[in-house]
């Protein structure tokens, strides 16, 4: 059963535009949510976070937004760079130390 | 953030035979998590080790199959048991964060092919 859903295995974007990527959850005791990037042949890098007493959270040219009600969240980075070229996966918790669920992740590929 | 590696990085392996994957981390950590991707689908958690105690498995992972072992507060192994080519997949440690918040830190993975 999967609980976090990445719709997208794939976003293709122009250097210096806008990357949007989207995830939705199931589970409604899901209390904070995370984003990770994965290069080939490494493991995944913590990007950002959000707790669900949130709606908005942002650093640098990443910023994740959070849609209670529709059980939505959405990750943008701007600008796009050729460096965000990676798997970017979703994951949320319950509050249980440990029990992140991930999604599938999305692929996205900066092009020149 | 901490440092962690994992040895192997990769290997190649007979069905029916063990390959023990270690984990390292740079500083000390209460708790360390076993993940594992299988080809073109998500991390999954199988375990959690806390040092000095039996590990925790998730539902669909049992110790027989991935038996771990957390001997100090910075090192851990996961065996991944009388392996069949469904066991192929990488194999990720991580550590939660010190700072109490739910983030955790990865180590670069263990890519292990069952032939």
């Known amino acids: 059963d999967q609980q976090v859903k990445q719709n997208s295995p794939s976003l293709s974007v122009q250097e210096g535009r806008i990357s949007i990527l989207n995830c939705d959850y199931t589970n409604s005791m899901f209390d904070y949510f995370l984003w990770y990037k994965k290069y080939p042949a490494e493991g995944p890098t913590f990007l950002i976070s959000i707790s669900s007493i949130k709606d908005k959270n942002e650093d640098g040219r990443f910023t994740v937004f959070l849609n209670k009600s529709a059980k939505h969240l959405s990750l943008h980075i701007v600008p796009s760079q050729p460096g965000d070229s990676a798997v970017y996966f979703c994951a949320a918790s319950d509050g249980g130390w440990g029990k992140l669920q991930f999604g599938a992740g999305t692929q996205v590929v900066v092009t020149p | ?115």
């Open chain 2, 1 to 115: 953030s901490a440092v962690i590696s994992q040895k192997p990085s990769r290997d190649i392996c007979q069905r029916g035979t063990s390959l023990t994957i270690q984990c390292q981390v740079d500083s000390q950590v209460t708790m360390m998590f076993w993940y594992r991707q299988q080809p073109g689908q998500s991390l999954t958690l199988i375990a959690t080790a806390n040092q000095g105690s039996e590990a925790t498995y998730e539902s669909g992972f049992v110790i027989d199959k991935f038996p771990i072992s957390r001997p100090n507060l910075t090192f851990s192994t996961l065996t991944v048991s009388n392996m069949s080519p469904e066991d192929s997949s990488i194999y990720l440690c991580s550590v939660e964060s010190r700072t109490g918040s739910h983030e955790q830190y990865f180590g670069p993975g263990t890519r292990l092919t069952v032939t």
